[in-house]
């Protein structure tokens, strides 16, 4: 581990020791060679340690990864198959196809309508696609399509933004699908990946030809390079302290930096597990898993079950217990000491989540749906 700051250090282990006893795995699609039929899904714990190939059956080219924690099932999506994969989420077998993707699927994210959304990576078939989580079509989003289409996300208006790799651009669409043009040009940036956008829409930008994260406010002026001296970036996910793990390509690692953008170390070490082309990076926590259990649970953590602001109920906690929040894909999304009485979730979008209590090792999860 490269040090940098003590205090940067003792945040980063703290919050690495929880998390680790909560089971967070750290997933990476490996894209390999680029060939059909290759690839893997690889898994590591939270320090980069411990390396397995979660799934290696009915891959080829796989670009992003999914958990869909109430089902235990992940999606895996693969450009060279046209196909969208579904696994079990604890053993990594092969269960069936979720979906055919025409344009060769890249990038998939859950919308706060509780949607799958898919971008394409044809030159012909590219506008986003929608499915409902069951696999269920709900055919196309966009009224214009994007060509190599691989980077998307959406801001605090509900636009959404996909990025071009061809073109060296990024795209906006108002919440009606419209779109609203050129956002950000080929200026900057040679081959745009992943793109993310921070609390005040800011817009950040991957570019896997150029090496470097480049950053733009929310008008798309750009206003500076975050992270430089990379290589075939691509792939990002964020701790909870705000510590940011990206995917680099040309060293096979996964880097981590502070909230900066400056660099902290290599999380994953250089071909760790057989890594060789990340291009997704994806943290889970597996203790969301198993909705036969969440099913049967009996003890009430939070009231009401559905709403926008959730009572805890105290009288089911002896001690000084922490209450964690996940969202439907198993990411951490609030962390509640039982001395609070209330967690707000008006800044969450609607949907399921899990609040978990752990008592020792012993876990009971109840779930929640947030609603406006």
């Given at each position: 581990?490269k040090?940098?700051?003590?205090?940067?250090?003792v945040m980063?282990?703290?919050i690495?020791?929880?998390?680790l006893?909560?089971?967070v795995?750290?997933?990476?699609?490996?894209?390999e060679n680029?060939?059909?039929?290759?690839?893997?899904?690889?898994q590591?714990?939270?320090d980069?340690s411990?390396?397995i190939?979660?799934?290696?059956?009915?891959?080829?080219?796989p670009?992003?990864?999914?958990?869909?924690a109430?089902?235990n099932?992940v999606?895996?999506?693969?450009?060279?198959s046209?196909r969208i994969?579904?696994?079990?989420?604890?053993?990594?077998?092969?269960i069936?196809d979720?979906?055919t993707?025409a344009?060769?699927?890249?990038?998939?994210?859950?919308?706060?309508?509780?949607?799958?959304?898919?971008?394409?990576?044809?030159?012909?078939?590219?506008?986003?696609?929608r499915?409902q989580l069951?696999?269920?079509?709900?055919?196309e989003?966009?009224?214009?399509?994007?060509?190599?289409?691989?980077?998307?996300?959406?801001?605090s208006?509900g636009?959404?933004?996909?990025s071009?790799?061809?073109?060296?651009?990024?795209?906006?669409?108002d919440p009606s699908?419209?779109?609203?043009?050129?956002?950000?040009?080929?200026t900057e940036?040679?081959?745009?990946?992943?793109?993310y956008?921070?609390?005040?829409?800011?817009?950040?930008v991957?570019?896997w030809?150029?090496?470097?994260i480049?950053?733009?406010?929310?008008?798309?002026?750009?206003?500076?390079t975050?992270?430089?001296?990379?290589g075939?970036?691509?792939?990002?996910?964020?701790l909870p302290?705000g510590?940011?793990?990206?995917?680099?390509?040309?060293?096979?690692?996964?880097?981590?930096?502070?909230?900066n953008?400056?660099f902290?170390?290599?999380?994953?070490?250089?071909?760790a597990?057989?890594?060789?082309?990340?291009?997704?990076?994806?943290?889970?926590?597996r203790?969301?898993?198993?909705?036969?259990e969440?099913?049967?649970?009996?003890?009430i953590?939070?009231?009401?079950?559905?709403?926008?602001?959730?009572?805890?109920?105290?009288?089911?906690?002896t001690?000084?217990?922490l209450?964690s929040?996940?969202?439907i894909?198993?990411?951490?999304?609030?962390t509640?000491?039982t001395?609070?009485t209330i967690?707000?979730?008006?800044?969450?979008?609607?949907?399921?989540?899990f609040?978990?209590?752990?008592?020792?090792?012993?876990?009971?999860?109840?779930?929640?749906?947030?609603?406006k």
């Open positions: 581990m040090q940098l700051h003590a205090l940067a250090i980063a282990l703290s690495s020791t929880s998390l006893a909560q089971d795995k750290i997933y990476v699609s490996d894209a680029f060939a059909p039929n290759t690839g893997k899904i690889l590591y714990d939270l980069g411990n390396a190939t979660f799934i290696d059956e009915e891959i080829s080219w670009q992003d990864i999914v958990f869909l109430d089902q099932v999606l895996i999506s693969n450009l060279n046209n994969t579904k696994y079990n989420a604890t053993t990594g077998s092969f069936e979720f979906a993707v344009g060769g699927p890249t990038r998939m994210k859950i919308g706060s309508d509780n949607l799958l959304y898919v971008l394409q990576w044809s030159a012909t078939d590219n506008k986003v696609l499915f069951d696999g269920t079509p709900l055919g989003y966009t009224d214009t399509g994007v060509p190599r289409s691989i980077g998307m996300d959406w801001d208006d636009n959404l933004y996909v071009s790799f061809s073109q060296g651009n990024v795209t906006r669409f699908c419209d779109s609203m043009g050129e956002f950000v040009d080929n940036l040679s081959g745009p990946t992943n793109i956008l921070d609390a005040s829409d800011n817009l950040f991957f570019d030809n150029d090496g470097d480049e950053q733009y406010n929310a008008t798309g002026m750009h206003t500076g975050f992270i430089d001296g990379l075939q970036v691509e792939g990002v996910d964020f302290n510590n940011i793990l990206l995917g680099n390509g040309s060293t096979a690692e996964i880097k981590q930096y502070l909230p953008g400056t902290f170390e290599n999380t994953v070490e250089s071909g597990g057989g890594l060789q082309q990340p291009n997704a990076v994806i943290l889970f926590d203790t969301t898993l198993g909705n036969d969440l099913e049967a649970a009996s003890t953590l939070v009231t009401p079950s559905i709403g926008s602001r959730f009572a805890i109920n105290r009288s089911n906690f001690g000084s217990e209450l929040v996940y969202d894909s198993g990411r951490l999304v609030g509640l000491d001395e609070e967690w707000d979730a008006g800044n969450h979008s609607e949907g399921l989540y609040v978990v209590q752990w008592n020792g090792t012993t876990k009971t999860t109840q779930k929640i749906i947030v609603k």
